[in-house]
Protein backbone atom coordinates (compact mmCIF):
# COMPACT_ATOMS: atom_id res chain seq x y z
CA UNK A 1 0.00 0.00 0.00
CA UNK A 2 2.81 2.54 0.61
CA UNK A 3 4.11 4.02 -2.41
CA UNK A 4 7.53 6.17 -2.89
CA UNK A 5 7.99 8.08 -6.07
CA UNK A 6 11.51 9.51 -6.53
CA UNK A 7 12.83 12.18 -8.45
CA UNK A 8 15.56 15.19 -8.87
CA UNK A 9 18.09 12.90 -10.57
CA UNK A 10 19.89 14.22 -13.31
CA UNK A 11 23.65 14.59 -14.82
CA UNK A 12 26.13 17.06 -13.46
CA UNK A 13 29.70 17.90 -13.54
CA UNK A 14 31.81 17.19 -10.56
CA UNK A 15 31.51 19.70 -7.84
CA UNK A 16 28.21 20.31 -8.84
CA UNK A 17 24.59 19.83 -6.61
CA UNK A 18 21.46 17.86 -7.19
CA UNK A 19 18.63 17.51 -4.81
CA UNK A 20 16.70 14.52 -4.65
CA UNK A 21 12.30 14.03 -3.37
CA UNK A 22 10.82 11.36 -2.43
CA UNK A 23 7.26 11.34 -1.79
CA UNK A 24 5.57 9.34 0.28
CA UNK A 25 1.80 8.20 0.13
CA UNK A 26 -0.67 4.94 1.72
CA UNK A 27 0.30 5.95 4.78
CA UNK A 28 0.93 8.58 7.37
CA UNK A 29 4.10 9.93 6.82
CA UNK A 30 5.12 10.79 10.57
CA UNK A 31 4.84 6.97 10.92
CA UNK A 32 7.57 5.95 9.13
CA UNK A 33 11.78 5.93 9.11
CA UNK A 34 13.29 7.28 5.73
CA UNK A 35 16.44 6.21 4.31
CA UNK A 36 18.43 6.64 1.02
CA UNK A 37 20.53 4.43 -0.65
CA UNK A 38 22.54 3.84 -3.85
CA UNK A 39 23.99 1.19 -6.14
CA UNK A 40 26.29 1.50 -9.11
CA UNK A 41 27.09 -0.89 -11.68
CA UNK A 42 28.44 -4.49 -10.11
CA UNK A 43 27.72 -3.30 -6.59
CA UNK A 44 26.01 -4.27 -3.94
CA UNK A 45 23.09 -1.22 -2.57
CA UNK A 46 25.19 0.57 -0.64
CA UNK A 47 23.24 2.78 2.53
CA UNK A 48 23.69 6.81 1.92
CA UNK A 49 21.72 8.47 4.89
CA UNK A 50 18.89 7.79 7.34
CA UNK A 51 16.42 9.82 9.09
CA UNK A 52 13.79 8.78 12.22
CA UNK A 53 10.30 9.67 12.46
CA UNK A 54 11.04 12.79 14.62
CA UNK A 55 13.92 13.84 12.52
CA UNK A 56 15.87 13.77 16.05
CA UNK A 57 18.32 11.01 14.54
CA UNK A 58 20.25 11.04 11.37
CA UNK A 59 23.05 9.32 9.58
CA UNK A 60 25.76 9.32 6.66
CA UNK A 61 27.97 7.16 5.03
CA UNK A 62 31.05 8.56 5.65
CA UNK A 63 32.46 9.35 2.60
CA UNK A 64 29.17 11.70 1.93
CA UNK A 65 29.60 13.45 5.59
CA UNK A 66 29.65 17.21 5.15
CA UNK A 67 28.50 16.84 1.09
CA UNK A 68 25.16 15.27 1.89
CA UNK A 69 21.80 15.95 3.48
CA UNK A 70 18.87 14.11 4.39
CA UNK A 71 16.05 16.27 5.47
CA UNK A 72 11.85 15.65 5.47
CA UNK A 73 8.87 18.02 5.18
CA UNK A 74 5.99 16.59 7.25
CA UNK A 75 3.38 18.60 5.55
CA UNK A 76 4.29 17.47 2.39
CA UNK A 77 5.35 13.87 2.78
CA UNK A 78 8.82 14.07 1.07
CA UNK A 79 12.19 13.53 2.14
CA UNK A 80 14.92 15.32 0.55
CA UNK A 81 18.38 14.54 0.25
CA UNK A 82 20.45 17.43 -0.99
CA UNK A 83 24.07 16.46 -2.28
CA UNK A 84 26.66 19.19 -3.15
CA UNK A 85 30.12 19.11 -4.23
CA UNK A 86 29.57 15.89 -5.89
CA UNK A 87 32.37 13.35 -7.43
CA UNK A 88 32.36 11.28 -9.84
CA UNK A 89 32.16 8.39 -7.34
CA UNK A 90 28.61 9.35 -6.48
CA UNK A 91 26.98 8.22 -9.87
CA UNK A 92 24.60 5.51 -9.11
CA UNK A 93 20.94 4.71 -8.99
CA UNK A 94 19.70 6.27 -6.07
CA UNK A 95 16.79 4.84 -3.85
CA UNK A 96 14.84 6.15 -1.26
CA UNK A 97 13.61 3.44 1.28
CA UNK A 98 10.53 3.58 4.09
CA UNK A 99 10.67 1.33 7.09
CA UNK A 100 10.24 1.51 11.15
CA UNK A 101 13.74 2.36 12.14
CA UNK A 102 16.23 4.46 10.50
CA UNK A 103 18.38 1.71 9.83
CA UNK A 104 21.90 1.08 7.72
CA UNK A 105 20.61 -2.07 6.17
CA UNK A 106 18.23 -2.91 3.17
CA UNK A 107 16.57 -5.34 5.10
CA UNK A 108 15.27 -3.01 7.55
CA UNK A 109 13.41 -1.04 5.05
CA UNK A 110 10.08 -2.90 3.56
CA UNK A 111 9.08 -0.12 0.59
CA UNK A 112 11.44 1.27 -1.69
CA UNK A 113 11.10 3.81 -4.97
CA UNK A 114 11.48 3.19 -7.94
CA UNK A 115 15.22 4.97 -8.02
CA UNK A 116 16.60 7.74 -9.91
CA UNK A 117 19.69 8.12 -12.03
CA UNK A 118 22.90 10.53 -10.86
CA UNK A 119 25.68 10.75 -13.31
CA UNK A 120 28.22 13.01 -12.46
CA UNK A 121 30.83 13.68 -14.82
CA UNK A 122 34.97 14.42 -14.55
Known amino acids: QVQLVESGGGLVQAGGSLRLSCVVSGRAFSSVAMGWFRQAPGKEREFVAA????????AYLDTVKGRFTISRDNAKTTVYLQMNSLKPEDTAVYYCAAGLIASRSVRDYAYWGQGTQVSVSS
Open 51 to 58: ISRSAEYI
